[in-house]
């Protein structure tokens, strides 16, 4: 029995499917299959339940899972009180607010992540806040970053940076006279593009416009599930939006403007969101959190503490 049979065995119990598990270690799936099948015949019994989808643990494989979590705990403290970050491995999975994926802090901390763990191979799931949470709930996600708190009461969460939105028009026609920055009064004249529900961007600005006595419904003439699908509409002249400033930034747009609101602040705060009862099982989970937490410490200190999990690793 090797480490690496115990970790195939737990992603095949996370991802309910040995195919899915060999697209995360890249591996063929009849390999993930002989894996499996030596692993139960080392153990002397049926450990995944393969009547149905998705695959499930058999009763006896619940017990081994707690095992292996245990042993890959422990592994990776092992690992890192030696000083050998390269040895640990796995798949991490993270949902992103489509937003935000491309902000500057997320990216630079993955890429510092990534670099010290080389061993391990995070998958980002880009989509909205609010599915970001639900995937968290639902351990889809080993954790997430969303643009407004989570409402689940399982979720904890942890601001990690600020968030600034704009607004953001065409540059011709109707759009051309504007200068920044924008009365919120126009407003109420502008055609908008937004998020699909569940967008932590329309959630601050709705709340802002009450924040400010204001009415939150604007006239919405086209919604789209995607940032690159509110700025191609955008710079289509469709109409206006609002967006993330860290989102825009790396794009090339030059048939959109972007402007403030005279009065209103629209700023969020991202926040790192994790089920704990998952840090205290998996330990990359617990590791990648942990990681977050010291680097945005390091560029200011952050409003609330990660919970100590039982084992980090």
């Known amino acids: 029995m090797e480490l690496q049979d115990l970790a195939l065995f737990k992603s095949i119990v996370e991802c309910g499917s040995m195919t899915r598990a060999a697209e995360a270690y890249g591996m063929t799936q009849p390999s993930v299959s002989r894996h499996l099948q030596r692993l139960e015949q080392e153990v002397g019994t049926l450990l995944i339940d393969r009547a149905g ?11 081994f899972l707690a095992f292996a979590e245990s042993v890959l705990g422990e592994w990776v403290g ?3 009180q030696l000083g050998r970050p390269d040895s640990i491995t796995g ?30 191979r995070p998958r980002l799931m880009t989509m909205d806040s609010r599915a970001v949470e639900a995937a968290a709930v639902q351990h889809r996600v080993s954790a997430g970053f969303m643009g407004c708190p989570p409402q689940d009461c399982c979720l904890e ?3 990690v940076e600020q968030d600034t939105l704009v607004l953001v028009t065409p540059t011709t026609g109707e759009w051309a006279s504007l200068t920044d920055p924008v009365n919120a009064d126009a407003l ?5 593009v937004r998020r699909e529900r569940g967008s932590g961007t329309w959630e601050t600005v709705e709340h802002a416009l009450v924040g400010a006595g204001r009415s939150p419904h604007l006239n919405v003439v086209l919604e789209t599930d995607s940032v690159d ?45 994790y089920d704990p009862t998952v840090l205290m099982r998996n330990p990359l989970a617990a590791l990648f959190c942990r990681f977050i937490e010291q680097a945005a410490d390091e560029e ?12 980090i690793g």
């Open 53 to 63: 989808a998705p695959l499930t643990p058999t009763p006896d494989g619940r017990h």
């Open 78 to 80: 092992l690992q890192e």
């Open 91 to 120: 798949e991490l999975r993270l949902g992103v607010t489509a937003s935000y994926a491309g902000g500057a802090a997320v990216t630079r901390w993955m890429a510092r992540f990534v670099e010290k763990y080389r061993g391990v």
């Open 157 to 159: 969460s942890l601001p």
């Open 188 to 192: 109420y004249a502008m055609r908008f």
């Open 229 to 273: 699908g509110v700025l191609a509409a955008v710079g289509a002249g469709v109409g206006a939006s609002f967006v993330s400033a860290a989102a825009l930034a790396h794009r090339d747009t030059p048939e959109i403007r972007s402007f403030h609101i005279r009065g209103m602040v629209l700023r969020r705060q991202v926040y790192l969101v």
């Open 300 to 311: 200011g200190p952050v409003a609330r503490r990660l919970p100590r999990p039982r084992r």
